[in-house]
T-cell receptor, first 113, second 113 residues
Framework: DTGVSQDPRHKITKRGQNVTFRCDPI?????LYWYRQTLGQGPEFLTY????????KSRLLSDRFSAERPKGSFSTLEIQRTEQGDSAMYLC???????????FGPGTRLLVL | AQKVTQAQTEISVVEKEDVTLDCVYE???????LFWYKQPPSGELVFLIR??????QNEISGRYSWNFQKSTSSFNFTITASQVVDSAVYFC??????????FGAGTTVTVRA
């Protein structure tokens, strides 16, 4: 049973560029979550999907951020016009619809120069 | 609003010593779930344990044990006979009906040989 995978693992970009991250959840998991973690802090919730429906978005998710899960399988998180404050680890997690336990991927570490 | 507080920033022990991590939470929900996750240097969050608010039974799983006390809103976690491989950041987290996890700031555990 493969776990949650994320791609890329690391991304360095220049301020103002757009970046897109991908998350592949555990295959039978209906729910998919995105979190952001800055240095020395715990992860903070960004958004979550049940199947293809995006059910909640945090106020942390500014209009430069957009997330999709087009067929209820993998998800993408896009950041437009990146800023240095976007530098963080972006974590994806998945769970079964009837379970509270979320399983996390290895994360994508973003550095905006 | 939900809040998780991990007052200990860092703990350093010698191998084979026991380590207890403190966690205090706040929530207005009557049904909620508490978690401990481990984040080794590789960055991936690893699920360790989960406890439901209606089950205060404390258990032991291998070298891990936990002490859930609703009266003091605490969910402490103990590693018995610590090993170097236990060195990581440990996060306490809380979720309720909205499924998103609220994390504490984490406690860095260093186990010295």
């Amino acid at each position: 049973d493969t776990g949650v995978s994320q791609d890329p693992r690391h991304k360095i970009t220049k301020r103002g560029q757009n970046v897109t991250f991908r998350c592949d959840p555990i295959s039978e998991h209906n729910r998919l979550y995105w979190y952001r973690q800055t240095l020395g802090q715990g992860p903070e919730f960004l958004t979550y999907f049940q199947n293809e429906a995006q059910l909640e978005k945090s106020r942390l998710l500014s209009d430069r951020f957009s997330a999709e899960r087009p067929k209820g399988s993998f998800s993408t998180l896009e950041i437009q016009r990146t800023e240095q404050g976007d530098s963080a680890m972006y974590l994806c997690a998945s769970s079964l619809w009837d379970s509270e336990t979320q399983y996390f991927g290895p994360g994508t570490r973003l550095l905006v120069l | 609003a939900q809040k998780v507080t991990q007052a200990q920033t860092e703990i350093s022990v010698v191998e084979k010593e026991d380590v207890t991590l403190d966690c205090v939470y706040e929530t207005r929900d009557t049904t909620y779930y508490l978690f401990w996750y481990k984040q080794p240097p590789s960055g991936e969050l690893v699920f360790l344990i989960r406890r439901n608010s209606f089950d205060e039974q404390n258990e032991i799983s291998g070298r891990y044990s936990w002490n859930f006390q609703k009266s003091t809103s605490s969910f402490n976690f103990t590693i018995t006979a610590s090993q170097v491989v236990d060195s990581a950041v440990y996060f306490c987290a809380l979720s309720s009906n909205d499924y998103k996890l609220s994390f504490g700031a984490g406690t860095t555990v260093t186990v010295r040989a």
